[in-house]
């Protein structure tokens, strides 16, 4: 992380048990430093519990390097999954509903992203433009918003690139999965038909 770049306090868990309870968790991570805020989603009153899968959390510390240290938990099995634990790009932690809308499990059956790769809401402020670039570049156009929504992948991080366009904060989840792993591809032969295109990324990279 460089010098220059935002230095946040929360930590965001995925890929916890569905058996594991508030309070393991909790203790798991106050052996790291002293916690001033912690949330699991889905609750234990949510009335679709049953169907999810996995919880995820954040964790909230009273000191940054805490934070730190905290993602070397990353790939610790604990029960029956290994954590995944990366920075939030906030210091808010969302609400139970903006939560499970942006950076929790997918409901059984739906696709959904690597667990390393998690969605926030950023509070844009009043009268701020965003960007939308769910569409080629010479498309892209401008909306009024006050939030956005954010794809944080390490490893694009990790390796220098560029992060993902943001996308409208109301996006729908099933929807966000479907875009992050589409791409754009410019300046193909006039005479070059849809399964030559696909048949070269299919043998070049993967189905």
């Not at 993602?71 to 906030?90: E, G, K, M, Y």
């Not at 849809?194 to 189905?207: A, L, P, R, Y």
Request: charged share 20%; proline share 8%.
């Amino acid at each position: 992380m460089g010098a220059d770049e935002p230095r946040f306090r929360v930590l965001h868990v995925s890929n916890i048990s569905i058996t594991a309870t508030r309070e393991q968790i909790y203790q798991l991570f106050a052996f790291i430093g002293r916690i001033d805020e912690f949330k699991i989603y889905p609750s234990d009153n949510h009335p679709q519990l049953s169907t999810f899968t996995q919880k995820f959390a954040y964790v909230k510390f009273e000191d940054q390097k805490s934070v730190e240290v905290a993602q070397h938990l990353t790939n610790t099995v604990f029960i029956d999954r290994a954590l995944v634990c990366i920075p939030s790009i906030s210091d808010i932690i969302p609400d139970e509903d903006t939560a499970l809308k942006t950076g929790g499990p997918a409901w059984p059956g739906q696709r959904q992203l690597p667990p390393n790769v998690v969605n926030q809401v950023q509070d844009l402020g009043d009268g701020q433009q965003m960007c939308l670039f769910s569409c080629p570049p010479h498309y892209m156009r401008f909306a009024d918003l006050r939030e956005a929504l954010l794809t944080v992948d390490p490893t694009l991080a990790a390796l220098g690139l560029p992060p993902y366009p943001t996308l409208s904060a109301n996006t729908e989840a099933s929807k966000v999965e479907e875009i992050r792993r589409t791409v754009y591809v410019g300046n193909i032969p006039k005479d070059c038909v849809g399964e030559e295109v696909m048949k070269f990324f299919n043998d070049s990279i993967g189905e």
